[in-house]
């Protein structure tokens, strides 16, 4: 059965100022009740898979055990980092906690913030894709990409590998807009989801020929028994110094642009990565003026924006295209065209200090 790996160390800067350094936004409900990585783990539910294991940040591990326990999983495992090192060193850690009693299981790389409209879609996607990870296939999830977004990867389909996938012809992560552009003309690509199914050794080979001094850095960091003994909580340490002497580069560098043995699945399941303030208007529920509020507003005579008014009244007239977020230290307002510069204005404000 499958082994879910979650990867919630991101620090979702662009969704400034609701996610903060001491509560990033895969711990925040922005879809619903639940949080992004509880809305993750939900999305398992009634597939055949092992005890999920969430790799984050030292700094956030009560915030990941307190949600964990209450999607009922308070024995699942919590490996912590003491300063991330990107994705390519997390799933390592992952996949060499996972082989260490002789097992090898399927890895399902899933990041803690994604939404994904369609649970039905999404598992039957990962049950199409697992023949070709057992034959050692480092299998992705391919979206139809609908505009030149930069922030993403892209994969050339190539040859059809049995009727649920392709071998991946070229992969390249994040291209810069003209590059994307030409991606979306030719046809042939997809975007990278961003989730993975691949065999635990697989990966561990593919990292080892690749980029190596990951999986040294990881091996040595790794405790050789599971859970500190001292702990309530099922949280797995690093040794720090150790872990700190990997690259920081996350897979789709490390491995994902290198390795021959690459496939993709295409996933059609209302994929949205949560990357910004526009994303989650476009994801929201909007109202007839194409408003998505969120909390205490009033808007009047106002148009596709979005307001989110945290414990506050906000108040709005004549605007378009507008994002409003009101948290008790912080505001921003911010044309819904110019959202990805908020991660300018976080390195900014740490710049003050
Ligand atoms: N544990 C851990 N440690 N998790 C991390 C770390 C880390 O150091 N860095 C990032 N993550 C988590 C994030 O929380 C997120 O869930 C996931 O790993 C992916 O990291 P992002 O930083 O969000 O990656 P990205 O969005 O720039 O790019 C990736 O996702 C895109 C789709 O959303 C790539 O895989 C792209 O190719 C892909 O298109
Ligand atoms: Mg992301």
């Known amino acids: 059965s499958l082994q879910p790996v979650i990867l919630a160390g991101g620090s979702g800067t662009r969704l400034w100022p609701a996610s903060r350094q001491l509560h990033p936004k895969q711990f925040l409900p922005l879809l619903g009740k639940e949080s992004l990585l509880q809305q993750t783990l939900r999305r398992l539910e009634g597939l055949d898979h092992e005890t999920p294991l969430v790799i984050c940040n030292e700094e956030h591990r009560f915030l990941a055990a307190e949600q964990l326990r209450q999607c009922g999983l308070e024995n699942a495992p919590i490996l912590l980092e003491p300063e991330g090192r990107n994705t390519a060193p997390a799933i390592a850690l992952a996949a060499l906690h996972a082989t260490h009693e002789g097992n090898d299981p399927l890895l399902l790389v899933l990041a803690a913030d994604h939404a994904i409209a369609n649970t039905t879609a999404f598992q039957t996607t990962v049950v199409n894709a697992v023949v070709l990870a057992q034959e050692e296939?480092?299998?992705?999830?391919?979206?139809?990409?609908?505009?030149?977004?930069?922030?993403?990867?892209?994969?050339?389909?190539?040859?059809?590998?049995?009727?649920?996938?392709?071998?991946?012809?070229?992969?390249?992560?994040?291209?810069?807009?003209?590059?994307?552009?030409?991606?979306?003309?030719?046809?042939?690509?997809?975007?990278?989801?961003?989730?993975?199914l691949v065999r635990a050794s697989a990966y561990l080979r593919e990292l080892e020929q690749h980029e190596p001094s990951v999986l040294q850095a990881c091996r040595e960091a790794l405790p050789e028994s599971g859970a500190g003994a001292d702990d309530i909580y099922p949280f797995i340490r690093l040794n720090g110094e150790a872990f700190t002497?990997?690259?920081?580069?996350?897979?789709?560098?490390?491995?994902?642009?290198?390795?021959?043995?690459?496939?993709?699945?295409?996933?059609?399941?209302?994929?949205?990565?949560?990357?910004?303030?526009?994303?989650?208007?476009?994801?929201?529920?909007?109202?007839?003026?194409?408003?998505?509020?969120?909390?205490?507003?009033?808007?009047?005579?106002?148009?596709?924006?979005?307001?989110?008014?945290?414990?506050?009244?906000?108040?709005?007239?004549?605007?378009?295209?507008?994002?409003?977020?009101?948290?008790?230290?912080?505001?921003?307002?911010?044309?819904?065209?110019?959202?990805?510069?908020?991660?300018?204005?976080?390195?900014?404000?740490?710049?003050?200090?």
């Open 245 to 353: 002497h990997s690259p920081d580069i996350s897979v789709d560098y490390a491995v994902m642009e290198r390795t021959g043995k690459a496939a993709v699945v295409p996933m059609d399941a209302g994929w949205s990565d949560v990357g910004s303030w526009s994303a989650l208007w476009e994801i929201g529920e909007q109202d007839a003026s194409g408003n998505v509020i969120r909390g205490d507003a009033l808007a009047d005579d106002v148009q596709d924006s979005l307001i989110d008014s945290g414990r506050q009244l906000v108040t709005c007239i004549g605007v378009k295209d507008l994002i409003v977020v009101a948290t008790p230290d912080a505001v921003l307002v911010a044309s819904r065209h110019h959202v990805q510069e908020v991660r300018r204005l976080v390195d900014e404000l740490k710049n003050r200090g």
């Open 137 to 196: 296939w480092l299998v992705t999830f391919g979206i139809v990409p609908t505009k030149p977004e930069t922030g993403y990867g892209y994969i050339q389909q190539g040859e059809p590998l049995g009727s649920k996938g392709y071998a991946v012809r070229r992969f390249v992560e994040k291209p810069d807009v003209a590059t994307a552009t030409s991606y979306l003309e030719q046809g042939d690509y997809l975007w990278n989801s961003g989730m993975f």
